[in-house]
């Protein structure tokens, strides 16, 4: 778990939740510790986390609803289990197109006699319950269409699917689009001429590049333009294209 403090108002749940026996883990503790460094402020919630301790899980999804400001959730990866029910905790529930929420039957380790085991499967089934309910609550659908998903069973939802469960309220802007490779070093533009050629393949529309090679000082001037010609014009360098050349090697 990452609180950022230096302005940026956002906590990154990337662990277990609750103590992971090495060390590790986001607890309720750290969250309300973060949560108090951010005050009044709006806060995003990043979320990829396997789940966990389910009552941890709650303690955070319920610092997080009290929270005096708006709380924003962003699935990027998963939010497993109890880490679901803290993503239930966002004023808006943003997922990534190729992200999950995942919700399950509640699970445990019991020792005992019969009767034991009798108290431990009304433990669970308490449980369930209570977390069908939040869903439940976030989504506006009932309870019981959740108590069915999870009968015995992991339900994964990606992103489209969580929104149309009602987990999720939107998804997140993809990334740009990927930059320009070339197949070998030799093929990158070293000059002007050649680049002009590359940018011209790549669909770079011929006005597009007049006015790239304007703003970095490699044009020519052109009929109409406002600047006249002054009496040492053409006696300037060439200019250096290569760190614009640098800059577009990926």
């Known amino acids: 778990m990452k609180a950022a403090t230096d302005g940026n ?11 992971d026996g090495e060390g590790g883990g986001v607890s309720a503790k750290r969250i309300a510790a973060a949560l108090r460094q951010l005050q009044g402020k709006p806060v995003t919630v990043e979320i990829n986390s396997p789940g966990g301790n389910y009552f941890e899980g ?4 319920n610092l997080l609803r ?3 400001a708006a ?5 990027l990866g998963v939010a497993a289990s109890a880490a679901s029910v803290i993503a239930m905790a966002g004023d808006t529930i943003a ?4 992200a999950e929420i995942m919700i399950h039957e509640a699970r445990g380790l019991f020792l005992g006699t019969k009767s034991d085991m009798r108290d431990a499967i009304d433990t669970l089934t308490h449980i369930d319950a209570a977390m069908c309910a939040t869903y439940a609550a976030r989504s506006g659908r009932p309870a019981s269409d959740f108590a069915a998903m999870i009968e015995g069973k992991d339900q994964y939802f990606t992103g489209q699917e969580a929104i149309d469960a009602g987990l999720a309220d939107l998804l997140m802007d993809r990334e740009a689009a990927m930059p320009v490779y070339v197949a070998a070093a030799e ?13 011209a393949k790549h669909k770079m529309p011929r006005s597009e590049r007049r006015e790239l090679y304007r703003a970095i000082g490699t044009a020519k001037p052109r009929a109409g333009d406002p600047d006249p010609a002054m009496q040492n014009a053409g006696d300037d360098p060439e200019p250096d294209i290569s760190p614009l050349l640098a800059a577009l090697k990926v």
Not at 9 to 19: A, C, H, K, Q, V
Not at 71 to 75: H, I, K, Q, T
């Open 9 to 19: 108002s956002t906590i990154s749940i990337f662990d277990y939740i609750g103590d």
């Open 58 to 61: 709650v303690a955070i999804y």
């Open 66 to 68: 009290r929270h005096d």
């Open 71 to 75: 709380v924003d959730v962003e699935v």
């Open 95 to 98: 997922i990534a197109a190729n």
């Open 187 to 199: 093929q990158f533009p070293s000059d002007k001429e050649t680049l002009d050629q590359f940018l």
